[in-house]
């Protein structure tokens, strides 16, 4: 491998075309509505998403799980149809129609051949617009969520990252977790969860991303027909505050587990796409733990054979960032690791990153764009992304300018703010003496 | 425009894939499909070994061998290979069954020839090195924590598998049991390399924005030069007829019981195989399904339940279903709630609307696997496992044709009250 080469790759992947093209078609409906549209002829299928700004950050504080509640009944029942009815019409067309929330916003995705659009996309009208949340659905789902809580409580990467959050996010919603817990979800009504509808799911705080086999105009026609007649209320929409970083003091959690391995997870407060920190704080994140070639990967999982798993990774998210690193590893290894870890977070704020490191990070990040937008659906949720968190339809071509302009003593700059191993809160599920 | 937009409709969409396949002279197999939509590549070569091929005392070696594939040759050191492909913005990761070793890589096109080299290179030229070697079993192991040894349906699952079967390997963890894995040594990983790892013993598919003629001619020029090995020993294990119910209890750390059901059943070889298919839709298939419907949605009695038949393994294989019980359920309850689903198909037939939508079902998952250029090659070497890759057209025909006589006779025969293989976690406290 010479360096010759590597420039080559390096200035083919940069030379971007001029004038970056927008992803999709983009219309405000007079309601209020953002409608997004990408036109993907080839393949006879079209997928919907409807994200609404009606996620668990709007949850009332007594009231954890209720977002999630909500966006699981949305598919239960409406106006027309009971829940069993709505399951039949979209699985006798082989499509899907899934209604969830996030900590963000409300998603409900369509997915069907190009030949049952009318079907899909009356059925996605209904169970947003008119959903009935009958009682005994709710009851039914209540009982679920709490098993499904209870279940989780086996599965030690997502009990670390519920605690991880309640560090990184102290009295912020993000601290508490989407499901929320057995005892809340227990209190919450069918009042609530219809107040929650009426109030958050709304018109002017909703995305529709239509992506497929169809043409814009199909798209406006078939969409404004079904959600031109919603209703925006006069009332402002809810606002969520944002953390900011540094965020608390570091704070460490063990929680015990009988389990042969350990689950180690590493946070703090970052930053969120708008923040000019956030492209070198990618770069340095990739060439510490972001994938095969990256630091940590080589000294805990190559060299030290203590992991099957170790990364980094940023997280932004609209209301607040966190960057996280994490490892699985036998019990008795746990110090070592941790020791490897702190010693890798250090060396990316003492030393830039070398020549040959950051462009490949760059490379990795700038080439591998595409393949995150290889099919219809992976394109409307990134399409949805882009638009709630105002980066423009540009932002593919625009990540990647920004991407190659990082070099080693913006990463190192960003590392010494973000990388410092003693403002980490951590982690420990496990047997830990 | 529409004559445009027909130039890059995929061909499948009318009904068959334009697939350029072919044998070169040292027996590799290679399928090409061309899909201009985005301009990226997957390249991905099949191993026909997996952990069918292992013995008593070594098990794991598959995909032990797999994670080291990635340790380096004599031209590509050690760790390079992921490096270079993370350099060219590729994605690569391998996976390893029963019955395969996959690797593959997406990439932008024009860095197919990087690939090819890479892939050809490993598939003749591993280091293997000892040192690598050691690391590399402990990284491993510690996989195996993970996924079975810390999560009680990978442990559950494990031990159903193991009697299930006494004679075929199908009964063996992938992974490998821990006490072999601590003693594979380099000599018998570098045997079975040899053994297995021949240019006609693999095949190549690469779907996406190429053109087929080129992209043979470099596979030709970088692949054809490796030397057709001895043709891999055949796997003779044949798992003699099961004869009474086996069960087996586990009682660990777990917040759930949980409940496996698993019948012995054929494989696409067998004129049932398309009906079992439709079988699994039927009764597993989305929240309409059967057992979601009843177990789930009626009863309440499982947080979540469901089926999963392997159509596409080398060799006759399980039917599983699972059910992980709601809170003060107990498992027996679920055991009997999903043998009574069974008892039920041989009894009546299903109705008109639930077999159109099985079908429906199976139908549009083939559309929507259009979509993407990865799933696309990875189902064009299913398909070319058992039979050859025109395959998936007469799949489709055969699941059109199956009726509901033809589901209640395949459930008589291959779900068998007294034939079972049941599994049960019990949660210490």
Do not use: C
Not at chain 1, 28 to 49: D, F, K, T, W
């Amino acid at each position: 491998m010479n360096r010759l080469f590597l420039v080559a790759v390096v200035v083919l992947l940069v030379a971007l075309p001029a004038g970056a093209t927008p992803i999709a078609h983009r219309e405000v409906l007079s309601n209020g509505i953002v409608l997004l549209v990408a036109e993907r002829p080839a393949v006879p299928i079209v997928a919907v998403r409807v994200f609404s700004r009606a996620g668990a950050v709007f949850d009332p504080p007594d009231r954890a799980g209720l977002a999630n509640l909500t966006g699981a009944l949305l598919t239960r029942g409406t106006a027309k149809r009971t829940g069993p009815e709505l399951d039949s019409a979209i699985e006798f067309v082989g499509g899907s129609l899934e209604a969830g929330a996030g900590r963000d916003g409300m998603t409900t995705s369509l997915a069907v051949l190009r030949k049952d659009l009318t079907l899909g996309l009356d059925l996605l009208g209904e169970v947003v617009l008119s959903p009935t949340f009958p009682e005994p659905e709710l009851k039914r789902k209540v009982a679920e969520i709490q098993a499904a809580i209870k279940r989780s409580e086996e599965d030690p990467g997502t009990v670390g990252s519920r605690a991880l959050s309640r560090l990184v996010f102290p009295g912020h919603p993000y601290a508490t977790p989407v499901e929320g817990t057995q005892a809340s979800v227990a209190k919450l009504t069918r009042d609530d969860v219809v107040r929650f509808h009426s109030q958050y799911m709304r018109p002017d705080s909703t995305i529709i991303a239509v992506v497929g086999a169809i043409t814009v105009e199909e798209a406006r026609r078939e969409i404004g027909a079904r959600f031109g007649g919603w209703r925006r209320p006069s009332t402002p929409a809810a606002r969520v505050p944002v953390a900011t970083p540094p965020g608390p003091p570091p704070r460490d959690e063990t929680i015990k587990r009988e389990l042969t391995q350990a689950t180690i997870l590493l946070g703090r407060q970052a930053v969120r796409q708008s923040d000019p920190d956030y492209f070198p704080l990618v770069v340095g994140s990739y060439v510490l733990g972001g994938g095969s070639a990256s630091r940590l990967y080589g000294r805990v999982r190559d060299e030290g054979g203590l992991a099957y798993s170790v990364y980094s990774y940023a997280n932004p998210s609209k209301y607040g960032a966190s960057f996280v690193v994490g490892a699985q590893t036998r019990t008795a290894e746990v110090p070592r690791v941790l020791a490897i870890i702190r010693e890798e977070l250090g060396r990316m704020t003492r030393e830039p990153v070398s020549e040959r490191d950051l462009q490949l990070a760059k490379s990795y990040l700038i080439g591998s764009f595409p393949l995150r937008l290889d099919t219809s659906s992976k394109v409307a949720d990134f399409i949805v992304a882009v638009e709630e968190l105002q980066l423009g339809l540009d932002y593919a071509d625009r990540y990647k300018e920004r991407i190659a302009r990082v070099t080693a003593a913006d990463v190192q700059r960003v590392a010494a703010k973000y990388f410092d191993s003693d403002r980490f809160s951590r982690v420990v599920v496990g047997t830990v003496p | 425009m529409a004559v445009l937009l027909a130039s890059v409709l995929p061909a499948s969409v009318h009904g068959q894939d334009s697939v350029v396949a072919t044998t070169l002279d040292n027996g590799l197999r290679v399928l090409l499909l061309e899909d201009h939509r985005s301009p990226i590549v997957s390249f991905q070569t099949w191993y026909k070994v997996g952990s069918r091929n292992e013995h008593r005392g070594t098990t794991g070696l598959a995909h032990f061998l797999e994670h080291l594939m990635f340790k380096g040759t004599q031209k590509y050191g050690p760790r390079q290979f992921a490096r270079l492909v993370e350099e060219n913005g590729g994605r690569d990761n391998a996976f390893t069954t029963q019955d395969v070793t996959s690797y593959f890589v997406d990439i932008a096109a024009d860095r197919l020839d990087l690939v090819i080299d890479l892939e050809a290179d490993r598939m003749h030229n591993l280091l293997l090195d000892a040192k690598d070697i050691e690391s590399e079993r402990q990284v491993v192991i510690e996989e195996r924590r993970t996924r079975t040894e810390d999560d009680p349906g990978g442990f559950l699952g494990e031990a159903v598998g193991s009697i299930a079967f006494r004679a075929h390997p199908y009964g063996q963890p992938i992974i490998g049991w821990v006490v072999d894995l601590e003693r594979i040594t380099p000599e018998q990983v570098r045997a079975f390399y040899r053994t297995y790892y021949q240019p006609n013993n693999a095949v190549v598919v690469v779907a996406g924005d190429f053109k087929p003629a080129e992209v043979l001619e470099k596979i030709k020029q970088r692949f054809g030069g490796i030397p057709r090995g001895p043709e891999p020993p055949p796997m003779l294990a044949v798992e003699p007829p099961q004869s009474g119910e086996r069960r087996v209890t586990v009682s660990r750390k777990a917040e759930l019981p949980i409940v496996y059901v698993a019948y012995h059943v054929p494989n696409w070889k067998s004129d049932d195989a398309a009906a079992l298919e439709v079988l699994s839709a039927v009764l597993a298939g989305g929240r309409t399904s059967r057992i979601y419907k009843n177990l789930i949605y009626d009863r309440q009695l499982a947080l979540d339940a469901g089926g999963d038949y392997s159509y596409f393994s080398f060799d006759p294989n399980l039917f599983w279903f699972w059910a992980t019980p709601m809170p003060g359920q107990a498992p027996d309850v679920l055991e009997k709630a999903l043998v009574e689903e069974m008892e039920r198909l041989k009894k009546d037939p299903v109705s008109a609307e639930e077999l159109q939508r099985a079908k429906n079902q199976i139908e549009a998952s083939f559309v929507f696997a259009e979509d993407s250029v990865h799933r696309r090659a990875s189902l064009l070497a299913r398909f070319d496992f058992v039979g050859g890759h025109a395959e998936k057209a007469r799949f489709l025909e055969r699941i059109r044709g199956i009726t509901a006589a033809d589901l209640m006779r395949v459930a008589g025969a291959w779900f068998p009250l007294d034939l079972k293989n049941v599994g049960i976690l019990v949660p210490k406290p």
